[in-house]
């Protein structure tokens, strides 16, 4: 098997290939790169019926932002709402702190790039931030749960002078029915990850071959195939999946 030049399931080491234990997150922000993708997302979320893709502005975070490593979310701006969404495979209580340094980082570079003045007398509006967790973990967790900044607080306050909320949404099987169903990207994803990866993988014990079965099976079943189109690489259909999923 070859090595691809984008690595999202396969990472490279001493010459070789190997899968990437963390294909869930990189399968997730590549598909979250996708405006109409997003604005699926966005709408099965918050119940509403955008259609125009062109509508999503891409925002978007790299190790440079600041000394933190920045990686695997996404974020997006639709009718002045910004909104971040993170995939995450285990439970992570620290996503509200996470979420204000990356809302802050995105803030600040819009502010650069627009060269606006944060020192002048006029009040300068931005965007609504809205902080989202998708948890596919094999712990069991709630349908819906919130986290909160303030709970990091060395020391508890009733009114925190600033707070940030972040929705978790467990998308599991079975879980948060309804959202799944009004949105064909998170059921692929989801079929993708438990049925194809994860179930592959309890049968071989080899998660490169768990993937590469999926990869097959993805192609087979027309599952996530269209994403294949984006690609700028030129392949065919079957290296076109493998870049992305």
Known sequence: MGCVVIQILWLTQGGNCMANKEYKSDVFSMLLQDKKRAMEIYNAINGTDYDDPELVEMTTLDD????????????????ANLSLYEHQS???PNMPLRDLLYF???IQKQIKA???DIYGGRILKI???????????????PDQYDLRLSDAF?????NPEIELVCHVYNINNGKNVPLLSKCQTLREYMYFVLDMVR?????SGNLEDAIEKAINQCM??????????????????RDDIRLYI
Do not use: M
């Open 127 to 141: 965007p609504v931030p809205h902080f989202v967790v998708f948890y596919n973990g094999k712990e069991d967790a």
């Open 154 to 158: 060395e020391k508890e306050t009733e």
């Open 220 to 237: 087979e079943e027309n599952v996530l195939r269209d994403f294949s189109g984006s690609t700028q690489g030129g392949g065919n259909a």
């Open 104 to 106: 802050a980082s995105i």
């Open 90 to 92: 285990t439970y992570c």
């Open 114 to 116: 627009q060269k606006r």
């Open 199 to 203: 179930k592959n993988n309890e049968i």
């Open 64 to 79: 440079k932002s600041f000394s933190l490593t920045v990686r695997n979310d996404a974020s997006f701006i639709l009718d």
